[in-house]
Structure formats: structure tokens, C-alpha cells
């Protein structure tokens, strides 16, 4: 049974940093699309970041240049790591993984459509204080 945990999550102040980990067990984050998802209250969720089993990398723009995702195969764990954070930052921030290589998305700008991907954490806290 697959497993995600995720942690590093906690309260930062604006420009601050935080890296997020997704600790995974039975399952091989090399094989498959993986990524972090985040949700505010009120608003739709949203995939950050994404990984495919390429190494080709998709961001959303509001996290372009200050959003790192990257993987330690021996580790078999995602991180996240998150510079320069803003108040709008702050949501629930959770790792996903699938079975797919790669995810899809509707249509060529939208994001990776969260029904990509099978798997998910619990979820972690950010919080950015201005």
C-alpha cells in the first residue's frame, strides 16, 4: 500500500524559507509523474510544482523563479523546496504521486489535472505572516 508522508511544513515570515518533504513507501518516485499541490481556504487547489519520470519539470507561474521540486531516488523522497515566500503562499500543501509517466492537464496552459495522480499525502500547513 502506497504511503506519502509529508512534513517541514510550520509559520514563516514574508521572504522567508521553508522545504517541504514527501517521504514514500511502496512506491518508486523515478518511475512515475510526482508533484505538489497546494489549497486555501475558499480557493480551488492548485498544482505548484510537478515532476515527470523524465526529470521535465512544470511549475505554476505565481511560483516560477522562488519554487524548487526536486527528488532523492535513494531517499525515494520529493521535496519542495520554497524561497522568497509571500502571504499568499500560505494553503495546505500536499504531495501527490501517479502511476502515469506523465501527467495531463485540459488543455496547454492548464496545470497537471490532480485526477493524474493516484496517491496523496496528508497534507502540511504553510503559513506566511506579512
Known amino acids: 500500500q502506497v504511503q506519502l508522508v509529508e512534513s517541514g511544513g510550520g509559520s514563516v515570515q514574508s521572504g522567508g524559507s521553508l522545504r517541504l518533504s514527501c517521504a514514500a513507501s511502496a512506491y518508486t518516485y523515478s518511475s512515475y509523474c510526482v508533484g505538489w499541490f497546494r489549497q486555501a481556504p475558499g480557493k480551488e487547489r492548485e498544482c505548484v510544482a510537478a515532476?515527470?519520470?523524465?526529470?521535465?519539470?512544470r511549475y505554476a507561474d505565481s511560483v516560477k523563479g522562488r519554487f524548487t521540486i526536486s527528488q532523492d531516488h535513494a531517499k525515494n523522497t520529493l521535496y519542495l523546496q520554497m524561497n522568497s515566500l509571500k502571504p499568499e503562499d500560505t494553503a495546505m500543501y500536499s504531495c501527490a504521486a501517479s502511476d502515469r509517466r506523465r501527467w495531463y492537464a485540459l488543455g496547454s496552459r492548464a496545470g497537471p489535472h490532480p485526477a493524474s495522480f493516484s496517491y496523496w499525502g496528508q497534507g502540511t500547513q504553510v503559513t506566511v505572516s506579512s
Open positions: 515532476i515527470d519520470s523524465d526529470g521535465s519539470t
